[in-house]
């Protein structure tokens, strides 16, 4: 008879000490981890900004009052960076602020960017079979790291590239258009006057630049702006 007596008066003990307090409920530390990074990674999808929450830590279980809780980020999306971070988080039940606990996360920042499919040398153009997209981790940033496969199309690598690189700018140009020795169609243009000659390129040029051309005639030597392959104008107003 006594053994019932000790274990309902040990349960009548429990029930007024969650009464007291207010606790029905425990979260074990890996549920507070789930629920945690669950929200962390859709505040940081909002970022837009490639970031993914890999890992999060709490040491601890949490009490909490019987109800549906959720999880609120106390920061804001910009404020998260790759690496180790420390995040306040207000722990809500029914709705309601409960507390406010930190944990760890640990976030990767993972970037789409076109790469090159097969190793080419220096001088090999870039054609859109050549492209394909692959998905990195970023732990850091890359200047004039390329993430639009239509800025790399058409040009000339300026270096050797291996397969599967992450590309920059800075390695690529314009094709091109003219030749040093490379006879050149030359239109001068003077308001209404068009006059079209030929001559002979002294430097190499990509449209836009500036070059040394000469009379083949004459050896007249002057400059002209390369308009497009093999063509060259001066244009006087």
């Known amino acids: 008879m006594k053994r019932p007596l000790i ?7 429990v029930a007024l000490l969650v009464a007291a307090t207010g606790f029905s409920q425990v979260v074990n530390r890996a549920d507070v981890a789930s629920g945690v990074k669950r929200s962390l990674n859709i505040l940081a999808k909002q970022a837009r900004s490639g970031l993914v929450v890999t890992k999060v ?7 909490l009052a019987e109800g549906e809780v959720d999880w609120q980020i106390d920061a804001d999306p910009e404020s998260l960076v790759p690496g180790r971070n420390t995040v306040a988080v207000n722990v809500l ?6 507390k406010q606990i930190k944990v760890s996360a640990v976030i990767k920042r993972f970037l789409d960017v076109p790469v090159i499919r097969r190793s080419i040398k220096r001088g090999g153009l870039v054609n859109a079979g050549d ?10 940033e890359i200047d004039g790291l390329l993430v639009d496969e239509q800025d790399v199309i ?3 690598s ?3 590239v291996k397969a599967g690189m992450p590309l920059r700018m800075k390695w690529f140009a314009e094709p091109l258009a003219i030749d040093r020795g490379e006879r050149v169609k030359v239109r001068l243009k003077k308001g209404g006057l068009v006059i079209n000659t030929t001559a002979v390129a002294l430097s190499k040029g990509r449209v836009g630049d500036i070059i040394q051309l000469r009379n083949p005639k004459s050896h007249i030597r002057y400059e002209a702006k390369v308009s497009a392959p093999g063509q060259a104008l001066i244009q006087i107003w």
């Open 7 to 13: 274990a309902g008066c040990m349960f009548g003990a």
């Open 131 to 140: 492209i394909k997209w692959k998905r990195l981790e970023m732990n850091r």
């Open 93 to 98: 039940v029914d709705g309601d602020e409960k």
């Open 158 to 160: 300026q270096r050797s």
């Open 57 to 63: 830590f709490h040491r601890h279980d949490i009490k």
């Open 154 to 156: 058409g040009m000339v």
